[in-house]
């Protein structure tokens, strides 16, 4: 079993749309979460942590759910800019583990 | 502006030859990853380093080696390229996690070097 699994989608969502989309973790102990950005096969970018009481950056809505290990991510009022691949990335100790991605396209 | 390099962004290599990724940071970050990314697999870790001298293995490490001679530099060796090498390598640099392993995710990546082994 994979560490980390997400949905790959995609998900084609209108501008303006609300999308989210999971990811899960197998490791109970892991410690820390992430969402990251990549653009078009570039290198990822951090997006924002995500926190065991939620967190919001702007449109970007981040959970945690540890006792069914999972984390989402939510975009409202999607634009055109928000298309990409979304990595969740999960912290055991010292070492960062990825998803595959979940692709999102927003479309005008 | 501190910054991290990757090169060459692309190679062509043939089956059996050593090739070289190099990965320069000016950060001055102690942490350095390695990871390779392949469709359906995401990022999957090679190697890193906590400091200098230091190196360990990640969950896909066979037929590579790095080595960590200063803070600046993990340079990333295939020693015999195979096919299922093929792929897009990023380095990546952190600073100093936090106590207890929790820390703020964030690593500064290159801008990725595209492997083709033929």
């Known amino acids: 079993r994979k560490e980390v699994e997400q949905d790959p989608g995609p998900f084609n969502v209108p501008e303006g749309a609300t999308v989210a989309f999971n990811c899960t973790y197998s490791?109970?102990?892991?410690?820390?979460f992430f969402w990251y950005r990549q653009d078009c096969r570039k290198e990822p970018k951090l997006l924002m942590s995500?926190?065991?009481s939620g967190n919001e950056d702007g449109r970007f809505t981040a959970q945690l759910n540890r006792a069914s290990q999972y984390i989402s991510l939510l975009i409202r009022d999607s634009k055109l800019s928000d298309s990409a691949t979304y990595l969740c990335a999960v912290t055991f100790y010292y070492k960062l583990s990825f998803g595959a991605g979940t692709t999102v396209t927003v479309r005008a | 502006d501190a910054e991290i390099t990757q090169s060459p962004r692309h190679k062509i290599t043939e089956t059996g030859r050593q090739v070289t990724l190099a990965c320069h940071q000016t950060w001055n970050h102690n942490n350095m990853f390695w990871y390779r990314q392949d469709l359906g697999h995401g990022l999957r870790l090679i190697h890193y380093?906590?400091?200098?001298?230091?190196?360990n293995k990640g969950e896909v490490s066979d037929g590579y080696s790095v080595s960590r001679s200063n803070t600046e530099d993990l340079p990333l060796t295939l020693e015999s390229a195979a096919s299922s090498q093929t792929s897009v390598y990023f380095c990546?640099?952190?600073?100093?996690?936090?106590?207890?392993?929790?820390?703020?995710?964030?690593?500064?990546f290159g801008e990725g070097s595209r492997l083709t082994v033929l």
């Open positions: 990546a640099s952190s600073a100093d996690w936090q106590r207890e392993g929790r820390s703020t995710g964030e690593l500064f």
């Open positions: 995500v926190y065991s």
């Open positions: 380093s906590y400091g200098v001298q230091d190196t």
């Open positions: 490791n109970s102990a892991s410690q820390s």
